[in-house]
C-alpha cells in the first residue's frame, strides 16, 4: 500500500474516529445532504430528457409532414408528365403513324428532368411506343406493333432520340394486359399503381398513368414511371435523411422506399422492399405497425438507439403510405451527455465542499462537547472542587477551562461546573448522614438481638425454677423461636447489608442451634440446603421460624424407637417461586392426627406453620407415611 502524506495521517482519525455525538450530527446530514443531491440529480436527468424527447417529437412529427409534402411534390412531376402526355395524344388519330415521333417526345422529356425514368403510351390496339431510362444515365427507346409480330423492341438512340440498334427483344408484348394499363381503364382518371417489375430491368417501379379517351371510348393510357429505387434515392437527399432515415410502406406494411438502402433485399430475382426484410427501414415499420398515426416511438438497431414517429400519408391520390421518419439518439443527446458530465462534475464539488463544512461544524461542535464529556468523566463525587477563577490557567481544570468560553458550549460548560460544586456539596452531606444512619441501623439490629437474648435468658431461668416438665420443655421451645429470630438481627449487622439475608448460612445456623441443643434425637443428622439465596427481612424471619418448627417437630417426634434419621432442609428456586421443603426418615405422623406437625396436640406449632405460610402468601403441602414426613412450602419469588 501506499503511505498516506503526513498532512492526511492526523485527518483520517479525526475524520473516522469514535464520537457519538460527531455521529449524530455527521450521518443524518450526510443522508439528507445526498438525497437531496442524488433526487434533483434524478429530477434534472428526467425533465432534460423529457424535454428533449418532447421537443425532437415535434421535430420529427415536423420532419414528417415536410418529407409529405416533398414526396407529393416530387410526385406530382410524373403525374404533370402523364397528363400533359395524353394531352397531345388526344389529338393523334393514326397511331401507327405516331409512334416514332412519340419516341422523340419521351426521350427529350427524360433528356429534360430526372425525376422520371420511363415515359410510355399504350393504344387500345395494342400499339406501344416509350422511352426508358437505363443504367448509366442512357436513355433507350422502344416500340411494340401488332402489325410487325407484337415484340416490344428496345434500341439504343441517337441525339434525335430516333432509333439505333436493338439491345433487347420482348416477345408477345401487349400493353393492354399490362399493371399499369388495367389500372388507367379501372380508375378512369390519373393515378398510381401499384409496385411491379418493368419488363426491361425487373425492377419494381410506381406509374402515373393518364386514360384518354375518343368518342367515348378509351383510346390510350399515357404512363411515366418512377422506380422504387429513384424514390429512395430521393428520400436520402433529404435533410433528415442525412442524419437519421425516412421512408415509405404501403398500406400492408411493405417498404415502397427507404434512405437506408440495407432495407432492400432480394426476392424472386427482383429488388424489392418488403417488412420481413432487414435494415433499419424495415425495423422501424415492424416497431409502428401497430401505432396510430403521430405516434413516436424508441427503437434499437444493434447498438444504436433511434427515436422515430410515424405519419398517415394518403395525397391526392388516395395512396394510402405510411410515413416514418427517424434520427439517432445520439444526434441531440450527445450534447446533453456533455452537458450531464459537466452537472454532475459541478454537482459532486458541490457536493463534496458541503460535507467538508459538514465536518468542519461538526468537529467545532462535537470535539468541545467531548472534551467536555472526558473532564466531567474525571470528575469525582466528594472531591474538591477547584474555583471558577485562579490567578493562572494551568491550575484551572478541563472543565472549567471550557467553561472560559463565551459560546453556548461554554455556558454549558459553566453549568456542569456549578452543578459539579453543588453536588459535592450535596454528596458529602448525604455521604455523612448516610453513614450515621447506617451506625445507628448497626445498633439498632445489635440492640434487638440483645434484647431477643435477654428475652431467652429469662425464660431460661424461669424454667429453671420451675418442676412441671411440660411447662420447661415449653420454654424451650418459645427459645428456640426466639433465637431463630435473634439469628435474623445478628446477619444483619454483621454482614452491613440491610437489605437481605444470606439463607444458607441463616437456616444452617438455625439448624445447628437446634441440633446441638440436646433435643431428643440428638445423634439424628440435620442437613440444610439453600443455594445461597437471599430474601428480605420480612420473608426471611417467617422461614426461620417455620424451619425452627419443623426441624423441632422432627427430632421430637419422627425418630421415637429409633437410634437416630435424616432430616433435610433446602430452599430452592423454581421459575417464579420459592420452594421451602423439610423432610425426615423417620415414622411418619400418626394416622389418627394427620396433618398435624406436632403429633396429634393441639399445639402452637400446628397452628404457627400455617400462620407463618400464609405470612409468606404460599402453599402449605405435608405428607406423611411409614417412610417419614415431607412439609413443602411454595411462595412466590
Not at 442512357?138 to 434525335?160: C, F, S, Y
Not at 472534551?371 to 481544570?397: C, F, H, K, Q, V
Request: aromatic share 6%; charged share 25%.
Amino acid at each position: 500500500m501506499v503511505p498516506l502524506p503526513r498532512r492526511f495521517r492526523g485527518f483520517l482519525p479525526w475524520l473516522f474516529g469514535v464520537g457519538g455525538m460527531k455521529r449524530t450530527i455527521l450521518i443524518p446530514y450526510v443522508i439528507l445532504i445526498v438525497m437531496g443531491f442524488g433526487a434533483g440529480w434524478l429530477l434534472y436527468l428526467e425533465g432534460s430528457r423529457s424535454a428533449v424527447l418532447g421537443t425532437v417529437d415535434l421535430l420529427l412529427a415536423e420532419s414528417a409532414a415536410r418529407a409529405s409534402e416533398s414526396i407529393s411534390e416530387f410526385l406530382a412531376g410524373s403525374v404533370a408528365l402523364s397528363e400533359a402526355n395524353a394531352a397531345q395524344i388526344a389529338e393523334i388519330s393514326d397511331s401507327r403513324a405516331a409512334l416514332l415521333s412519340l419516341q422523340r417526345l419521351f426521350y427529350r422529356e427524360l433528356q429534360a428532368r430526372d425525376d422520371v425514368d420511363l415515359a410510355s403510351v399504350g393504344f387500345s390496339d395494342g400499339r406501344y411506343a416509350e422511352a426508358q431510362r437505363v443504367s448509366g444515365g442512357l436513355i433507350h427507346v422502344g416500340e411494340a406493333d401488332p402489325a410487325k409480330g407484337g415484340d416490344l423492341v428496345l434500341e439504343t438512340a441517337d441525339i434525335h432520340g430516333n432509333p439505333d440498334y436493338v439491345v433487347m427483344r420482348h416477345a408477345g408484348y401487349d400493353p393492354r394486359a399490362r399493371p399499369w394499363f388495367q389500372r388507367a381503364r379501372e380508375a378512369g382518371k390519373t393515378s398510381w399503381t401499384e409496385p411491379y417489375p418493368m419488363v426491361s430491368s425487373r425492377e419494381l417501379s410506381m406509374t402515373a398513368v393518364s386514360p384518354v379517351y375518343g368518342e367515348g371510348k378509351l383510346f390510350a393510357v399515357t404512363t411515366a414511371n418512377v422506380t422504387l429505387g429513384r424514390l429512395s434515392a430521393y428520400l436520402s437527399r433529404m435533410e433528415t435523411a442525412r442524419s437519421g432515415i425516412a421512408a415509405i410502406a404501403d398500406r400492408d406494411g411493405h417498404l415502397l422506399a427507404s434512405s437506408d438502402f440495407s432495407s432492400l433485399v432480394e426476392a424472386s430475382g427482383s429488388r424489392r422492399m418488403a417488412a420481413e426484410g432487414g435494415g433499419l427501414a424495415a425495423l422501424t415499420f415492424r416497431e409502428s405497425s401497430r401505432l396510430p398515426t403521430g405516434s413516436a416511438f424508441t427503437l434499437k438497431d444493434g447498438r444504436f438507439r433511434y427515436r422515430a414517429v410515424v405519419r398517415d400519408w394518403t395525397g391526392p391520390w388516395e395512396l394510402s403510405w405510411r410515413v416514418v421518419v427517424a434520427l439517432p439518439e445520439s444526434m441531440f443527446y450527445a450534447p446533453l451527455e456533455a452537458l450531464d458530465r459537466k452537472a454532475l462534475i459541478v454537482l459532486v464539488v458541490m457536493l463534496s465542499l458541503v460535507l467538508l463544512i459538514a465536518f468542519l461544524a461538526a468537529g467545532r461542535v462535537s470535539g468541545p462537547l467531548r472534551e467536555l464529556g472526558d473532564a466531567i468523566a474525571l470528575l469525582e463525587p466528594g472531591s474538591p472542587s477547584l474555583p471558577m477563577r485562579l490567578p493562572s490557567m494551568a491550575d484551572l481544570s478541563k472543565a472549567e477551562r471550557i467553561a472560559l468560553r463565551s459560546d453556548e458550549i461554554g455556558q454549558l460548560a459553566s453549568a456542569f461546573v456549578g452543578m459539579s460544586a453543588r453536588l459535592n456539596e450535596g454528596f458529602t452531606t448525604l455521604k455523612a448522614s448516610l453513614a450515621d444512619k447506617e451506625i445507628l441501623l448497626k445498633e439498632i439490629h445489635h440492640r434487638v438481638k440483645n434484647n431477643l437474648q435477654i428475652v431467652s435468658s429469662i425464660l431460661s431461668l424461669q424454667g429453671s425454677l420451675s418442676e412441671d416438665l411440660d411447662f420447661r420443655e415449653s420454654i424451650e421451645y418459645v427459645q428456640d423461636r426466639i433465637q431463630a429470630m435473634a439469628f435474623v438481627h445478628e446477619d444483619l449487622y454483621r454482614s452491613g447489608d440491610f437489605r437481605a439475608v444470606r439463607m444458607d448460612e441463616y437456616l444452617g445456623r438455625v439448624c445447628d442451634s437446634l441440633h446441638s441443643a440436646g433435643r431428643p434425637g440428638g445423634s439424628t443428622e440435620v442437613h440444610v440446603r439453600a443455594a445461597e439465596i437471599e430474601l428480605s427481612l420480612d420473608r426471611a424471619l417467617p422461614c426461620g421460624l417455620i424451619v425452627s418448627e419443623l426441624v423441632t417437630n422432627s427430632l421430637k417426634h419422627a425418630f421415637e424407637g429409633r437410634a437416630g434419621g435424616r432430616v433435610e432442609v433446602s430452599l430452592g428456586r423454581s421459575g417464579d417461586r420459592f420452594l421451602l421443603l423439610v423432610s425426615d426418615d423417620g415414622i411418619g405422623i400418626p394416622a389418627a392426627a394427620p396433618g398435624r406437625p406436632e403429633q396429634g396436640k393441639e399445639g402452637l406449632g400446628s397452628q404457627l406453620v400455617p400462620g407463618l405460610a400464609d405470612q409468606l402468601k404460599g402453599d402449605l403441602e405435608i405428607e406423611s407415611d411409614h417412610g417419614g414426613t415431607r412439609t413443602l412450602i411454595s411462595f412466590p419469588a
